[in-house]
Nanobody, 117 residues
Framework: QVQLVESGGGLVQAGGSLRLSCAVS????????MGWYRQAPGKQRELVAT???????NYAASVKGRFTISRDNAKNTIYLQMNSLKPEDTAVYYC???????????WGQGTQVTVSS
């Protein structure tokens, strides 16, 4: 059973930075694409960034140029470096393994990011 454990969230002022981590249990981590998602109160969960097994990346328009997704296959971990944070980035952030546009695992507990104005 693959488990996803997100960490690194917190409270930060607008303009600040945070680095999120997602540790993935189980083998074969390196062959999967991974994604970061977020869900703000009262809104649907949305895709923020993806990274392929070859480390190609893609970003939602709302975070492009501010967020950077990366992976460390030796640690079975992906990261999301978030800079120039805005209050509208406030959400619970989740990660998941991907197959095309589909997620492969149950959601973890997520990590709360709160950006104050």
């Amino acid at each position: 059973q693959v488990q996803l454990v997100e960490s690194g969230g917190g409270l930060v002022q607008a303009g600040g930075s945070l680095r999120l981590s997602c540790a993935v249990s189980g083998s074969a981590f390196s062959i999967y694409a991974m994604g970061w998602y977020r869900q703000a109160p009262g809104k649907q969960r949305e895709l923020v960034a993806t990274i392929t097994n070859g480390a190609s990346t893609n970003y939602a328009a709302s975070v492009k140029g501010r967020f950077t997704i990366s992976r460390d296959n030796a640690k079975n971990t992906i990261y999301l470096q978030m800079n120039s944070l805005k209050p509208e980035d406030t959400a619970v952030y989740y990660c998941n393994r991907l197959s095309g546009r589909s997620i492969l695992n149950s959601w973890g507990q997520g990590t709360q990011v709160t950006v104050s104005s």
